[in-house]
């Protein structure tokens, strides 16, 4: 359409109320490997077996194919994994969704560097960097951001502080993307022995949906475990 290649979502009937936010969902609005926030699982899965993902539920993925049977093993799982490559190297992508409403609210990639000699896995990450901060600007250090609070004694405490955790914990490059969406990039001082490099991508909308739906979740399953036992103490 217009040069533009489009992805054409047509539910069945019973899954009309959980369909994505457009029936018509473009690269554009894409914000990792074509996946688009606020897809329902069920379209997800419409997609992976379109393109052939060998996805399977879970953090971890183990397929070397697309299997639709084991896609479809766990209904109650939120999560739902697949192996490719980003950047020509080996990459798991995890997909999280929200508790009930069953969205995509986040896209974790993890990209698989174990391999790479010292040198190469600098120049990489230092180019992943370069790539970001060309598309979205301006990187903020999340624990730097959090730990300044002004005093000189808390300044050098501080950096102290964030020293040691960026050499040996590590911390988070944060790029925004748009007003409800960003990007975030694991670090540390010595990034060149990192044995993986991890993008997330966050939509802060459907992650407080998320939370606020986990714990909906809890408090009814607590409410029904205390009801069935009230008259036992």
């Known amino acids: ?15 009309i109320r959980e369909k994505s936010n457009a029936a018509a ?20 899965k419409r997609l992976a077996r379109n393109r052939q993902l060998p996805m399977s539920p879970g953090t971890s993925s183990y397929l070397s194919s697309y299997n639709e049977k084991i896609l479809n093993t766990k209904p109650k799982e939120r999560r739902y994994s697949y192996k490719t490559k980003l950047f020509g190297k080996f990459t798991t992508v995890t997909l999280f969704f929200t508790k009930l409403s069953k969205q995509l609210y986040k896209i974790e990639a993890t990209l698989h560097v174990m391999k790479l000699k010292p040198e190469e896995r600098k120049y990489f990450y230092e180019s992943l960097y370069s790539q970001l901060t060309d598309k979205y600007g301006k990187a903020t250090n999340v624990r730097k951001s959090q730990n300044n609070n002004g005093s000189v004694l808390g300044s050098i405490s501080d950096l102290l502080t964030r020293n040691i955790t960026e050499t040996l914990i590590g911390s988070n490059l944060v790029w925004a ?10 670090y540390k001082k010595n990034y060149q022995v990192m044995s993986s490099y991890k993008l997330v991508y966050t939509n802060k909308a459907f992650a407080r949906r998320h939370d606020a739906e986990t714990s909906r979740a809890i408090r009814n399953r607590t409410d029904r ?3 069935q036992d009230r008259n036992r103490f």
């Open 25 to 44: 969902l473009t690269r554009d609005f894409a914000i990792f490997d074509g996946w688009v926030f606020g897809d329902t699982i069920n379209a997800v």
């Open 1 to 15: 359409m217009n040069g533009v290649t489009v992805y054409q979502l047509t539910p069945c009937q019973t899954d």
């Open 225 to 227: 475990a205390i009801s």
């Open 177 to 186: 993307i748009s007003a409800n969406s960003q990007v975030s990039l694991n």
